[in-house]
């Protein structure tokens, strides 16, 4: 049920409300040192919003992709299209000189003639402004996928550092649960020595300095090192 909590509190949250949730879970632990056993707990919510977030970056790339190929998929429609009005284009020109080739004099028999001509000069302006157009739109897709791709690459970016980011808080946390162990085992083993038996004490009744046990606990400041890790 815990675990189920952590994953439903992700899911309802945005992006940066995920970035909240990660930098109370570190301060939490910063601020407060946690005991051993609530440790589990940090490091179980702070999966859970990790792995929401992952997923998201990968969903956006997956997005990211299909739209680049739906692009490039559209713009090899327009080449083709543009190739097509470049055929018939020439073909009108060819024709064109064609008929303008013959003697003037048919031209003046044949009125039929320089409809025809007029109809194809007609023609080539169309076909040039398509090709024009077709031109400009192949152009304009291009700039948009250029820009597709440059969100992918950024998707990528923020993804990999999500993960990285992610990674140096888990192992921070770990870390912090091997030192709760650590001196936990530490405290059992002075308790057990001690246990064996009582001080040696000299003829006041005191405890001699020699006799006297001291705690081998080693200084640990672990908010000073998930603070670093949060600040870089």
Not at 154 to 165: F, G, H, I, N, V
Request: aromatic letters at 2%.
């Amino acid at each position: 049920p815990l675990l189920s909590g952590y994953v439903d509190e992700a899911n309802r949250t945005d992006n940066n409300g995920l970035q909240t949730v990660l930098n109370e879970v570190i301060d939490w632990v910063t601020q407060h040192p946690p005991k051993e056993k609530e440790i589990p707990k940090a490091l179980a919510r702070l999966a859970c919003v990790m792995s929401v977030q992952i997923k998201r970056q990968d969903e956006a790339m997956g997005r990211a992709q299909e739209q680049i190929r739906a692009q490039m998929k559209e713009i090899d429609d327009l080449k083709e299209e543009l190739g097509g009005t470049e055929r018939a284009l020439q073909q009108a020109r060819d024709r064109l000189d064609e008929m303008q080739a013959e003697p003037s004099s048919q031209h003046d028999q044949n009125p039929s003639l320089v409809t025809q001509i007029s109809d194809l000069h007609d023609t080539i302006e169309e076909k040039e402004a398509q090709l024009s157009d077709a031109r400009s739109t192949i152009h304009e897709q291009l700039q948009e996928l250029s820009r597709v791709k440059c969100n992918l690459d950024q998707s990528s970016t923020d993804a990999r550092d999500w993960k990285a980011q992610f990674e140096s808080k888990r192992v921070a946390l770990e870390a912090e649960e091997r030192h709760s162990a650590n001196l936990k085992q530490m405290l059992l083993e002075t308790q057990r020595k001690l246990s064996l038996g009582q001080p040696q004490q000299d003829q006041s009744g005191r405890s001699s300095p020699s006799s006297q046990q001291t705690l081998p606990f080693p200084t640990f400041r672990p908010s000073r090192v998930l603070r670093s890790i949060k600040s870089g």
